[in-house]
Structure formats: C-alpha cells, structure tokens
C-alpha cells in the first residue's frame, strides 16, 4: 500500500524505464537537432585548429567529404558553412561575396553533388567575412550609423579597442561615459579586423563629477594620457590599479595634490620618470627654501620636491 503525501512520497514509476521516461519526458535533445558549423580555408589537404574555439578546425574543401559523411552517419541534417576569407580578397564593400568561386560557393557545389539531399546546407548572409571593416553590413558609416569605437584601459589586457554596436542607443549612450567601469566581453583584433565589444555597466564612477569642473577635467586628462601614451594589449596592472584610486583621491581633503602624485606615477609607470630635483635649485626666499626652474625663474612647489603632502 502507498501512503503519505509528495514531497515525503515521490512516484517514480513513470522515470523506472526507458520507454516510460521517453512517454513523459517534456523536452529531447538528439543529433537530428543539432546543425554542424564547418569553416572553410583556401589550399588542399588542410586541417588548421582555431585558436578561440578549442578542438574546433577550419577545412580546405577536399576535406569536406570526410566531415559531410560523419555528419551523416550521426544523424546531423544540416551543415552551416563559413569561409576563412583571405585579407587580400576582402574590402569595403565585400566584393567578395559576390564571386560565383568562392569558398561558400565552391562547397556548396562540392556538397550537393556528393550527397544530393542527404542533408541540408545553410549559409550565412552575413558580409562580415568579406569585408576589410569586419561589419556584417554595408553602411555609409564604416561601421554603421548605430556603432562606435570605444577604448577601455583592462585589468588583464591593457588598453583594448573596439566596436560597440548599438551604442548611439539611449540606454548604452547615458552610462556609456569616460572613467565609469565596465564589465566587457570582447573578440579582439583578427587578421587586421577591428574586434568588437559588448559591454554593461559595473559601476557608475564619472557622472558624480559632472558637476565639478576641476575633478572632471581631472578624469578626462588622466584618461587621454594613458590613451595616448600606452600601445594596445600590453597589461600594465600598476596604471589599471592607478585609475582605481584615482576615484577614491577626489574624497580627500587635499585631493588635488594627491592627483599630482597620481599623475607622475602614471607616467612613471608608462615609462617618463620625472624627477624635479634634477631640473632645480634651491634658493632662500623670504627665510623659506623655494625650488627655481633654471633660468626662468619660475617656481616649483616644494611638495613635489621634498613629498611632504601637506602643501606649504
């Protein structure tokens, strides 16, 4: 006899065998579901691993009987074929997709009269293959009205550089500002192609400053120097941690000449060590030591010199 009520007592009956969990089962997932994604190289006889997809190949054409038939012989009912295209065939306009010879073309042709309608055959209308500007379309901007090119400064990467499709949009727009921080997933710059970023919100940093004129100028200054003066992809974790305390200086009494620190350990850590003692004198002005600038008679303040944080 069964007794009790769920969840002390769980019939099970119905998951006992193969054939009754196959009668109830809500959702399946088998090979007769799945389309194989083949990616096609110019040459003969070659089989290149991808990089950004481990155990995942690019095949030159005569190598597509090989693949077609395991696909088959698994149950897969369709292919989805995308070309390797070389730089030398792309350009602006994707030209080459057109051409009645391309890799597409030409393993399209290949599969259809190998296994006629044994399995099915889907292609990508996408243009980004062929075109130099990596855009999936064609545009009067280079890379589309609704798009930008955005820099990030990274923890692991360093400075990275990108596309962020949709970010004329209201809602990336408005929080899309310099110095806020960003969690980003990227594919980054391949076979001369500029990589694109997808990019939400961390943590809203600038917009605070908005109001304050001389710490805005602040952030924007500290960001141009590192745009300018560092090279795209090399880590440098001294400048990522710089810029994280550049936000926690402005709640500082004296934040303005801690920035003045902050700014020459940026370039220290760039590369342009400053060190003002090798480009003043000392003098006794008034019963106080001040710093000349050589002949120009202009002064430095004495903080810089002896960094003591308390301005005289």
């Keep these: 006899m069964i007794t009790g009520k769920y969840p002390n007592l769980r019939l099970r009956r119905s998951r006992k065998y193969a054939w009754s969990r196959k009668l109830v089962q809500e959702s399946s997932l088998s090979y007769s579901d799945l389309i194989l994604p083949i990616f096609l190289i110019e040459g003969k006889n070659k089989k290149e691993s991808i990089k950004s997809m481990p155990n995942v190949f690019r095949y030159s054409i005569d190598k597509l009987n090989t693949v ?180 926690k200086i402005f709640e500082l009494d004296n934040w303005l000449v801690e920035f003045l620190y902050l700014e020459l350990n940026i370039l220290k850590s760039i590369g342009y060590d400053i060190n003002f003692k090798d480009y003043v004198v000392d003098k006794n002005i008034n019963g106080q030591t001040k710093y000349i600038v050589g002949s120009s008679q202009k002064i430095i303040p004495n903080f810089l010199i002896d960094k003591n944080i308390i301005p005289e």
């Design 68 to 247: 077609v038939s395991k696909a088959i012989k698994k149950g897969i009912p369709m292919v989805a074929l995308f070309p390797h295209t070389s730089p030398t065939k792309k350009d602006e306009n994707g030209s080459e997709a057109l051409n009645p010879d391309n890799l597409v073309c030409r393993g399209i042709k290949l599969i259809k009269k190998k296994f006629k309608n044994k399995i099915g055959i889907m292609c990508d209308v996408a243009l980004d293959p062929y075109t130099s500007h990596g855009h999936d379309g064609l545009s009067l901007n280079k890379y589309n009205e609704n798009s930008s090119i955005a820099e990030f400064y990274t923890e692991n990467n360093g400075k990275i550089v990108g596309v962020i499709f949709g970010s004329t949009s209201k809602k990336i727009k408005s929080y899309l500002l310099i110095g806020n921080k960003f969690h980003i997933n990227s594919k980054l710059r391949e076979d001369g192609r500029l990589g694109y970023l997808k990019v939400e919100i961390d943590e809203i940093k600038t917009p605070v400053y908005l109001e304050n004129k001389k710490k805005l100028f602040c952030i924007i200054y500290c960001m141009n120097l590192i745009k300018i003066l560092t090279a795209e992809n090399e880590n440098n974790i001294e400048i990522y941690n710089l810029l994280e305390k550049l936000f």
